[in-house]
């Protein structure tokens, strides 16, 4: 070897290196028993190399204990550990000490290693906290994903259905604004009638609005009452206007889906129209903006916006009259 002092060295070179190479080994699971055997042995290792270390390099080898102690997923272990070899370090420094030194140094290298096991058993607890936080947050932010995923096939599955089933469907937001609007909302509305302008004006508009005011306390009502988990599908009839105020019947579907955004329960609405007359009045309005200006006849207003009135054709003077 060439020097006693290197002996410590060599036997914990023996012992730390095989249970790295363990640990190193793809075939082996990192269980806590495994990772506990090797936080064991590395703290061993470093002991015996404590002894005819010079003094001025101890350092390193607080450095490398606190390092070893990140190893275990077990705070409580490594904390009894270093209780455990905290006499045998304190040996170890004062086998080291100079031949002069006197009974308070002793009393130095005690307050020492306190000083150290509290500083490590601190340092390991914060970041154990710190790793079940990260890891707790992990597991939220899972879980919010999982739920986001449910929410858009649960929404998209609704939606479908109510686009299937009524005149016109929309989603609104906890304080009952527009969210998503369509285009059928916004034909059935009379918002830009016929173009994609007047559905993305919709969004963020109250969707109170286009319901009769002595209509809204029922529909709040209604709302409040279908989201609840054990209140059974069912709709409601209430007047609704649209955006030149025309009122018409129609009858609400309303289902509950998680937000994508909030905590907030938002709502997934159905319109279907009752009054026959205003959908003719609409069809008939999209014949006639089909048609070119000097194929379209002076009609009345009234007739336009559904009032079942038949058209009052302009007089036409006789040539030669």
């Not at 058993?121 to 970041?127: D, E, F, P, Q, V």
């Not at 289902?255 to 026959?276: A, D, K, M, R, Y």
């Amino acid at each position: 070897f060439g020097s006693l002092l290197q002996v410590p060295c060599v036997l914990s070179g023996a012992i730390a290196v095989p249970a790295l190479q363990r640990i190193a080994r793809p075939d082996v699971k990192l269980t806590p028993q495994i990772m506990h055997q090797c936080t064991f042995h590395l703290s061993i290792a470093i002991l015996i190399s404590s002894v005819g270390f010079p003094r001025d390099l101890m350092p390193i080898l607080y450095v490398a204990r606190i390092m070893v102690g990140t190893f275990s997923t077990d705070v409580w272990h490594v904390n009894n550990m270093n209780l455990l070899l905290a006499p045998l370090h304190v040996l170890s420094n004062w086998m080291q000490k100079e031949p002069k030194a006197e009974a308070l140094e002793f009393m130095f290298m005690i307050i020492a290693e306190v000083f150290f096991i509290s500083i490590t058993a601190l340092i390991l607890s914060t970041l154990h906290e710190k790793e079940y936080q990260l890891a707790a947050a992990s597991l939220e932010l899972e879980e919010k994903v999982q739920e986001v995923k449910e929410a858009e096939r649960s929404g998209a599955a609704a939606q479908r259905l109510l686009a299937v089933t009524c005149d016109a469907s929309t989603r609104l937001t906890g304080d009952l604004r527009i969210s998503q609007p369509s285009p059928s909302l916004s034909n059935l509305l009379m918002c830009g009638f016929g173009s994609s302008v007047g559905c993305n004006h919709l969004e963020g508009v109250p969707f109170l609005r286009y319901v009769d005011p002595p209509e809204h306390h029922r529909l709040k009502t209604f709302i409040e009452e279908s989201a609840k988990a054990e209140t059974p599908p069912r709709s409601i009839h209430l007047q609704m206007k649209d955006s030149s105020g025309i009122s018409f019947n129609a009858e609400l579907f309303h289902v509950s889906v998680p937000s994508l955004t909030s905590e907030q329960v938002e709502h997934l609405i159905g319109i279907s129209q009752e009054n026959s007359e205003r959908v003719l009045g609409l069809e008939e309005q999209s014949a006639m903006s089909a048609r070119s200006p000097s194929e379209m006849e002076p009609t009345d207003m009234r007739h336009i916006l559904g009032y079942g009135l038949p058209p009052v054709k302009a007089e036409r003077s006789l040539p030669g009259a």
